[in-house]
C-alpha cells in the first residue's frame, strides 16, 4: 500500500509593517509570540527526528523567512532532510506554496503570476532545485489558477476530493485534468478524506501508530496501487496535539516498515506511475469552507457573524488597485514590463541579486543612486500590497484580531509608500469602505487601523 502524508506548516505574517517586529503574543506563553512557541513544540523536534526527509511538506515562504534568523539551525536540518531525497531520487517531497497565502481564485490575474513566481523562486532559493508540485493557500482553485502553475512549470497540486468531479472510478488516487489553451494536462492528488480528518481532527485515531496503521489497512489495504494521501496542517504534530511528532516519526519509520506500508510522495510516486484516470475541476472550491471561497471575502455560514469581511475586502480591492496604477504608470517610463519587475523582485527581497543589477537586466541601462531608491520605495510598496491580501486576515469570525488588522496596515503602509515615492495622493473616498469594517465586540473599526498605521509611518520617517 501506498501511502503518502503531507503537513502543511504555515503562520500568518505577525511583522508589523513599520518597526518589521513582532509584538509579544498574549496565549503564547512562556514563549514570546506564537512563531517562537510552534518553533519549540513543532518545527524543531519533526526536524530534530527526521520527518522532513519522509513526509510530503510545503513550508509558508515568509514562515521560512522568519525562521531562517530565529532558527537557521532547523531550516538547515529541514533543508538537508529534502534535498538528500532530491540527490536520491531526482526529485524532492518539498512542495512550493504561493508566497503571501493569499486565496487566489480571489486574486488578480498578474497577483497569481507574482504569487506563484515568488514561492517558486523562494523554494528554489532555500532548496537548492526547482519544485514540481506547490500547495494553494487553503487550497483555493479555480481554473485560472491551475494555468498559471501550469505556465510557471508546476506539475502539479494536492486538493481535497469534492474539488473535483472524476470521470470513472479512480484506481490510484491521482487524476489529470485538462486545461485550455493548448497546455498539458495537469496532476491532481486528491487527499483521502477520511483518514485527514482522523488525523485533523479525531485525536485518539492518533495516539497509537500500530492502531492507526491497522485500521488504514483494513479499509484500504485491497488497493495496493492507490496512493493514499493524508493531508493536515503540519502544526498538527506537535502543537495542536501534543507527542504527535512522535506518532508520524513512529508512523514514518519502524511503525510504516512493521505493516508493510510504501513510504512516497507525489513526485516520487510520478516516477513510476502514469495517471490515467481524468476529472473536472470544481471552481472556486477550498478545503477548509464548505461555500467554497466565501469565507475569504463575506460573510458564510462557516463565519455567520463576520459582516466586517465584505467591505474588507471591497476596501482592500479598491486600495490595492490605486497602488497598482501609480506603480504602472510611474514604471512604465523606466520599464518595458513594470509585471515583470515586480515578479523578480522576490530575488532582491531574498538577497540573491541587488536591486541595480535587475534593474540592469531587465533595461540594460545604468542607474543613478536616487531613481535606484525611487524604484526600491514602489517595489516595497509593492510587496506591502501582497501582503494585505494575506487569506489569515480573513479566516476569523473577529475583526480585533492581529491578522485582519496587520491586512490593513500592511495596505496602509503600501499606500503611505506610494504617496512618499510619488507625491501622489490617494483619494479619500477610496478609503470609505474601511469605516464599515467594525469589531462587533469592541467596536474597533478598520480606518482606525489605517490611519493609526499611516500615522507611525510618517512619525518614523521624521525620527529618522
Request: a negative charge.
Amino acid at each position: 500500500m501506498n501511502l503518502c502524508i503531507h503537513g502543511h506548516f504555515y503562520q500568518p505574517p505577525r511583522e508589523d509593517p513599520i518597526s518589521d517586529y513582532i509584538p509579544d503574543e498574549t496565549g503564547a506563553e512562556p514563549y514570546r509570540n506564537w512563531n517562537e512557541r510552534i518553533l519549540a513544540e513543532c518545527y524543531r523536534p519533526n526536524a530534530e527526528e527526521g520527518n522532513f526527509g519522509k513526509m510530503s511538506f510545503n513550508i509558508g515562504p515568509t514562515l521560512f523567512h522568519w525562521m531562517q534568523m530565529a532558527a537557521p539551525d532547523v531550516c538547515e536540518m529541514i533543508i538537508k532532510q529534502e534535498r538528500e531525497n532530491f540527490n536520491t531520487y531526482g526529485t524532492g517531497n518539498g512542495m512550493a506554496q504561493a508566497y503571501n497565502h493569499s486565496i487566489l481564485p480571489l486574486a488578480t490575474l498578474e497577483d497569481k503570476i507574482t504569487q506563484v513566481r515568488w514561492g517558486i523562486s523562494d523554494f528554489k532559493f532555500r532548496f537548492g532545485h526547482a519544485p514540481e508540485g506547490m500547495w494553494l493557500p487553503e487550497t483555493a482553485v479555480n481554473t485560472e489558477t491551475l494555468c498559471v502553475l501550469s505556465d510557471c512549470g508546476i506539475k502539479f497540486t494536492i486538493l481535497a476530493p469534492w474539488q473535483i468531479i472524476p470521470h470513472c472510478k479512480n484506481k490510484t488516487g491521482a487524476y489529470f485534468i485538462e486545461l485550455p489553451g493548448g497546455r498539458e494536462s495537469f496532476t491532481i492528488f486528491s487527499y483521502d478524506q477520511e483518514f485527514s480528518t482522523m488525523v485533523s481532527f479525531v485525536p485518539e485515531m492518533t495516539v497509537n501508530g500500530d492502531h492507526f496503521l491497522e485500521v488504514l489497512k483494513e479499509k484500504r489495504g485491497y488497493l495496493p496501487d492507490h496512493l493514499v494521501t493524508v493531508a493536515s496542517d503540519g502544526e498538527l504534530y506537535g502543537h495542536h496535539q501534543k507527542q504527535r511528532d512522535l506518532f508520524l516519526r513512529y508512523l514514518l519509520n519502524e511503525g510504516g516498515q512493521a505493516h508493510g506500508v510504501d513510504w512516497t510522495y507525489p513526485g516520487l510516486w510520478l516516477k513510476d506511475h502514469t495517471v490515467e484516470d481524468s476529472a473536472d475541476l470544481v471552481e472556486n472550491t477550498s478545503w477548509s469552507c464548505l461555500h467554497g471561497i466565501d469565507r475569504w471575502r463575506a460573510a458564510c455560514g462557516c463565519t455567520a457573524w463576520a459582516d466586517w469581511k465584505l467591505p474588507l475586502r471591497n476596501a482592500l480591492n479598491v486600495i490595492g488597485d490605486w497602488v497598482n496604477q501609480v506603480y504602472y504608470s510611474q514604471m512604465i517610463n523606466h520599464f518595458p514590463n513594470p509585471w515583470e519587475l515586480r515578479n523578480r523582485y522576490i530575488d532582491v527581497v531574498t538577497k540573491q541579486i541587488s536591486l541595480e543589477d535587475l534593474c540592469k537586466k531587465l533595461t540594460r541601462q545604468t542607474w543613478k543612486e536616487n531613481d535606484l531608491k525611487f524604484v526600491q520605495i514602489m517595489l516595497k510598496a509593492q510587496y506591502e500590497r501582497q501582503r494585505s491580501f494575506t487569506s489569515c486576515g480573513f479566516f476569523f469570525d473577529e475583526f480585533h484580531r492581529i491578522e485582519p488588522q496587520n491586512n490593513i496596515a500592511y495596505a496602509a503602509n503600501a499606500v503611505w509608500l506610494t504617496e512618499q515615492a510619488t507625491g501622489k495622493k490617494i483619494d479619500p473616498s477610496i478609503l470609505d469602505g474601511l469605516k464599515m469594517v467594525r469589531s462587533q465586540r469592541t467596536g474597533l473599526r478598520g480606518d482606525t487601523i489605517y490611519d493609526q498605521t499611516k500615522l507611525r509611518a510618517n512619525a518614523e520617517a521624521k525620527a529618522i
